[in-house]
């Protein structure tokens, strides 16, 4: 299975004056754990990492320090994840006809769970990680006034891996392109040209690390697994 990691972020959420997959999470960069778990999982045998030209000597260190036993291929990120994972797509080897996305930031998934994506991606042409939301969602207008309180039986976190049938994926990214749209997930795409989109059970670990506390946060999670 192929896996594109989209890197090329800059954290603006951390308030970091680098790419926050480069700030440390106990002894390692934060990167170096989701290409850990990469590497232990038993489906993916190709990696794509999306980075800005700017880190590829820390990345490069990173993976010389790692010494993984799968092949890894730079691919320059764009201004955008949407840009990023577009040109991803576009760095696949020929052939390549399924992958999974997972985000670089989201450096808690387990190998098990891309594993589990990897497997479900032979019975479905889209799919996503996500988990049932725990919190009552409001939906409020501009002036901050609750409108609407949906259904929470309905509502799902999305998270990575997301996984696709490349070709259907790469037909949504171009259209999109084509008519502006702008999302923050691959699933999006595939939702807004009516093609299906099945959910994973994801992990509850498995959060983003976008801001200080997500750092705190998954340092204590570590900790825990690796105690
Ligand atoms: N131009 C971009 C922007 C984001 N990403 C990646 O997409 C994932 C999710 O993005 P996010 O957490 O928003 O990362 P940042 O863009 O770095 O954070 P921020 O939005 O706070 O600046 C991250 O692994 C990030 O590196 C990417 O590949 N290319
Ligand atoms: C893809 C994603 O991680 C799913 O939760 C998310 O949409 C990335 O974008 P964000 O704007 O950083 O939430």
Redesign the pocket.
């Known amino acids: 299975m192929y896996l594109l ?10 308030k970091s004056d680098r ?3 480069l700030l440390s999470l106990l002894d390692r960069p934060l990167i170096a754990w989701t290409l850990l778990a990469a590497e232990a999982s038993r489906h993916i045998d190709w990696i794509g990492l ?3 030209p700017a880190d590829w000597e820390d990345f490069q260190q990173i993976l010389a320090g790692l010494s993984l036993s799968k092949p890894v291929a730079f691919i320059q ?5 949407q ?3 577009y040109n991803g797509l576009q760095g696949l080897p020929e052939g390549a006809d399924r992958v999974l996305i997972h ?4 450096c808690l998934a387990t190998p098990e769970l891309l594993d589990r994506c990897a497997e479900a991606l032979h019975h479905c042409p889209g799919l996503i990680a996500a988990i049932p939301v725990k919190d009552t969602i409001k939906i409020v207008n501009d002036q901050k006034i609750v409108e609407q309180t949906p259904n929470r039986n309905y509502l799902w976190a999305a998270q990575t891996p997301q996984g696709f049938e490349v070709q259907l994926l790469k037909d949504c990214h171009d259209k999109g392109r084509q008519l502006g749209w702008e999302v ?1 997930d691959d699933a999006a795409l595939f939702e807004a040209c009516n093609l299906p989109v099945t959910i994973v059970e994801g992990e509850e670990t498995n959060l ?4 200080p506390v997500d750092l705190a946060i998954a340092e204590f999670i570590l900790r825990q697994r690796l105690a």
Do not use: C, F, H, Y
């Not at 990691?5 to 951390?14: Q, S, Y």
């Not at 990120?77 to 994840?81: A, F, I, L, Q, V």
């Not at 985000?103 to 989201?106: E, F, L, N, T, Y």
């Open positions: 990691i989209p890197a090329a972020g800059m954290g603006r959420r951390m790419n926050k997959l999306v980075g800005q990120g764009g201004e955008t994840r840009e990023s994972v985000d670089g930031a989201r923050t983003k690390v976008t801001t």
